[in-house]
């Protein structure tokens, strides 16, 4: 992982861990889900924005998120690893776990130029 696509993930998951301290949880989510497609590649990120989803679905009480999240944490972390990980997923359980789903137009020009 590129420099630029690191610190675009960093910026993900520090927008999403503020939103947590403010305790807004759906704000939270929405950074935390981009910071998860853009760090799949990553053991590190792919791990990290999974473990503040299940931070913040403690915070919400989401008992299925929770669940959700238990799960991803090592098949998050063993598919980074292996380099298989569905492209796209924005890694909450509401979605299947290996669903790849299509890029926000963002997102996919960070990843291109980091390429």
């Known amino acids: 992982m590129n420099n630029k ?3 675009a993930v ?3 998951l520090h927008c999403g861990l503020e939103y947590l301290k403010a ?3 759906k704000k939270a989510f929405y950074h935390l889900e981009r ?3 853009l760090g799949q590649e990553s053991p590190y990120y792919h791990t990290a924005s999974h473990l503040y989803m299940l931070y913040a679905a403690i915070i919400d009480k989401n008992i299925r998120e929770v669940i959700g999240q238990l799960f991803r944490i090592p098949t998050g972390f063993i598919g980074s690893i292996v ?3 569905p492209v796209g997923n924005t890694g909450r359980s ?3 776990a290996f669903k790849p789903m299509p890029l926000p137009k963002d997102l996919q020009k960070v990843i291109d130029s980091s390429r």
Do not use: M, P, T
């Open 94 to 96: 509401n979605i299947s």
């Open 5 to 7: 696509l690191k610190a």
């Open 35 to 37: 910071a998860h497609i």
């Open 10 to 12: 960093k910026k993900e």
């Open 23 to 25: 305790e807004k949880i």
């Open 83 to 85: 380099g298989i990980f």
